[in-house]
């Protein structure tokens, strides 16, 4: 089945504790992407990838990190995390930006 | 000025009713728009997608684009309680930038 799966689903955590939410994709897309949904401001995108090694800043990347080493993952990283960064995270891959996205099934992060 | 504006709602209308959802945008150099259903604790999913003005339709459901105006909008005829969702627009395809916009999503629901 084709999918986009995401780890943990939930989690909290506490400020300044480093956390990483794993993102992995078996259709072998090559764009992949994080977003962040939060209540009035819908969905706004952190980072995206277009290929292994090749990785940008979306509209809001202060404060995460990401990684593409394999062509399938693309994890996540607050190194510090901050209550603002408590939120609804998605991954989402794609064959191309302006192709259908098809996004995970999203991780609710609280940082306390 | 936000890029993407859309009506967060939410809008609740009876089964069977015609639904209009619309979104405005600020950049006339957007080529691509889309629209994605979101259920309740789930990723968004593609419904419809166009790069022209004009209608594209899709059984019960119809996106129009309107370039001139920088407004799209989608149509649910026949509206069931099944269509009950968030619906976001997004649009993106500006040469050069590897970016699409989402709107901030309207919450739909329909009375059985």
């Known amino acids: 089945e084709a999918q986009v799966t995401q780890n943990p689903r939930y989690l909290i955590t506490v400020t300044g504790k480093k956390l990483t939410v794993t993102c992995s994709q078996n259709?072998?897309?090559?764009?992949m992407s994080w977003y962040r949904q939060d209540p009035g401001l819908g969905l706004r995108q952190i980072y995206y990838?277009?290929?292994?090694?090749?990785?940008d800043k979306g509209d809001v990347p202060e404060g995460y990190k990401v990684s593409r080493k394999e062509k399938r993952n693309f994890p996540l990283i607050l190194e510090s995390p901050s209550p603002n960064q408590t939120s609804l995270y998605f991954c989402?891959?794609?064959?191309?930006?302006?192709?259908?996205?098809?996004f995970g099934p999203g991780t609710r992060l609280t940082v306390t | 000025q936000k890029e993407v504006e859309q009506d967060p709602g939410p809008l609740s209308v009876p089964e069977g009713a015609i639904v209009s959802l619309n979104c405005t945008y600020s950049?006339?150099?957007?080529?691509?728009f889309m629209w994605y259903r979101q259920y309740s604790r789930k990723g968004p999913e593609l419904l419809m997608y166009?790069?022209?003005?004009g209608n594209k339709e899709d059984g019960r459901f119809t996106a129009q684009v309107d370039k001139s105006s920088k407004y799209i909008s989608l149509f649910i005829r026949d509206s069931q309680p099944s269509d009950s969702a968030t619906y976001l627009c997004?649009?993106?395809?500006?040469?050069?930038?590897?970016?699409?916009?989402f709107g901030q999503g309207t919450r739909l629901t329909i009375n059985p």
């Open positions: 989402a891959s794609s064959s191309g930006l302006l192709y259908e996205q098809y």
């Open positions: 259709m072998n897309h090559e764009y």
């Open positions: 990838s277009m290929n292994v090694e090749v990785t």
């Open positions: 950049n006339s150099a957007f080529q691509y």
């Open positions: 166009t790069y022209s003005s």
């Open positions: 997004a649009i993106g395809g500006i040469q050069g930038a590897q970016k699409l916009v």
